[in-house]
């Protein structure tokens, strides 16, 4: 018998998850990770002291703001879910699935910068915000459901009886819990994105925090916040399916202002504002190219570079600090009571919209990537920590098993790695998206300049660099799914 020399190699895994923490290390030259306040640990005093004297002093109808941000989050997942059914049913044509890739690749705060300049404030600016994006995500995870289901009932049924009588009776209940399901879950997301459309001038929950931060009422931002999470926490027991009709109902009126849609303004936004000036001007197609080049290479350019750096920062952060707060909810690690306080820090993390955390972060530390990187670590970290928590107690460790650290790096991590990369890189394109958007706050991403495109009412250039984010964060999704392809990243918990 030939002896063959054994070579120890690393996985594939391990040398995709080194490659990029590599690539955040080489992005830190290149991102203003300064703090730029003159007493950042003064701001922080003040801002935690607000925490001990709450109050609703310098808020005309807290109620009807939380009403407000309630109706908008109901109307909008009820349209996004309505819309996304009949989608998923033809997700299968080409077409769909790039119109709904590019739909739901632009933020829900962009969606509304754009339909502002349209409908005003008038609800269906905040409604179809929420709506279309919303569409286009329901559309992709209900035809994901759709497709792993089992079709044997359906395809007998399908015989003797019509297509769509077929589906209804045949296929339709056994999606229906896992329709209700993530549906439930895209209402907590609705609940979050209606409180940010507050800043760009809706009427919900975030335009009175953005006033009560921007004056420095502390006491009146922690009362809103505490009153965000409470609805957030409160919503298993307040939102039954029996209720909805007449949530839906409600939020119509509730949501209804004097504002009035002004057909001469839409004429003007798609026959006028978005045409590029040089073709509005009627100028040579040399003139057009100088004016495309100009915008790409002054503007676009360092917004992809900015939004890339703050991106895989963000990232491989995210990535560690799941890592290190996933056992604060684990069975495998701590008792009934350490993992009920794990779980409410986790859930004030993952309910606080990463605009929100960023906006706070740059009051108290000023304008640099420093807030942005920290927000999204925060965020996406909790979301993913929370994820991986759950999937852990799915383990069952051996008899022998180690202790203390030795366990956690040894035994548990190596079991639920294969997983931990599955979320990271899920959240890769959702962490793209946030970044690009937290440009308004004043850091040079991409929403940087789409926001001061806006502002100069430069409405061509605008949506120039709104397409381009599209086809960006539509690049690095399909990076992501290639790269979840080629280390076959599962579902279900690996035996080591």
């Not at 949506?463 to 579902?491: C, E, P, Q």
């Amino acid at each position: 018998m030939q002896n063959k020399s054994l070579q120890f190699q690393h996985s594939p895994r391990w040398k995709v998850s080194w490659l990029f923490v590599v690539i955040a290390i080489l992005c830190i030259p290149f991102a203003d990770l300064s703090i730029n306040t003159f007493d950042p640990g003064a701001e922080l005093i003040r801002f935690f002291s607000g925490l001990f004297n709450l109050s609703f002093k310098n808020i005309n109808n807290p109620i009807e703001a939380l009403l407000q941000t309630i109706a908008f989050a109901f109307l909008g997942v009820a349209f996004g879910c309505v819309a996304g059914f009949f989608l998923a049913l033809i997700f299968h044509f080409k077409f769909i699935r790039i119109f709904c890739a590019l739909v739901r690749s632009v933020h829900e705060l962009f969606w509304a910068l754009i339909f502002l300049q349209i409908f005003g404030l008038h609800p269906l600016t905040g409604l179809l915000a929420l709506g279309l994006p919303y569409a286009a995500t329901f559309a992709k995870v209900f035809a994901e459901i759709i497709d792993e289901s089992d079709s044997r009932a359906y395809d007998n049924v399908r015989q003797s009886s019509n297509l769509i009588s077929a589906f209804f009776y045949a296929r339709l209940p056994d999606l229906w819990p896992h329709f209700v399901s993530y549906t439930s879950y895209r209402l907590e997301c609705g609940l979050r994105s209606s409180t940010v459309l507050g800043f760009v001038g809706l009427p919900t929950l975030g335009y009175y925090l953005s006033t009560a931060f921007l004056e420095g009422q502390y006491a009146d931002v922690w009362a809103l916040l505490i009153l965000f999470y409470v609805l957030i926490a409160s919503i298993r027991y307040w939102v039954r399916p029996k209720l909805l009709p007449f949530y839906l109902f409600i939020s119509v009126f509730v949501i209804h202002n004097d504002s009035v849609i002004s057909f001469e303004n839409i004429t003007r936004f798609f026959t006028h504002d978005i045409i590029p000036s040089p073709i509005r001007n009627q100028e040579s197609f040399a003139s057009l190219w100088n004016w495309f080049s100009n915008l790409f290479l002054n503007e676009a350019l360092p917004g992809i570079f900015n939004t890339l750096v703050l991106t895989q920062l963000a990232l491989v952060l995210t990535g560690i600090i799941t890592l290190l707060w996933f056992p604060l909810i684990s069975k495998l690690f701590f008792n009934y009571f350490s993992r009920s306080v794990g779980h409410s820090f986790l859930v004030i993390m993952r309910s606080t919209p990463e605009y929100i955390l960023t906006f706070i972060l740059l009051t108290l530390w000023g304008p640099s990537m420093l807030p942005a990187v920290v927000a999204l670590m925060l965020h996406n970290g909790a979301i993913t920590a929370h994820l991986m928590g759950k999937f852990s107690d799915q383990i069952k460790p051996r008899m022998d098993k180690s202790t203390g650290l030795n366990f956690y790096a040894y035994e548990v991590v190596p079991k639920i790695y294969n997983q931990f990369l599955a979320f990271l890189f899920y959240r890769w394109e959702i962490i793209m998206r946030e970044t690009a958007i937290l440009g308004i706050l004043g850091i040079t991403t991409l929403g940087f300049y789409i926001d001061s495109a806006i502002a100069d009412i430069r409405f061509d250039k605008a949506m120039i660099l709104i397409a381009i984010t599209a086809l960006l964060n539509v690049g690095v999704d399909s990076l992501s799914r290639y790269i979840r392809s080629r280390l076959r990243l599962k579902t279900t918990v690996e035996c080591v």
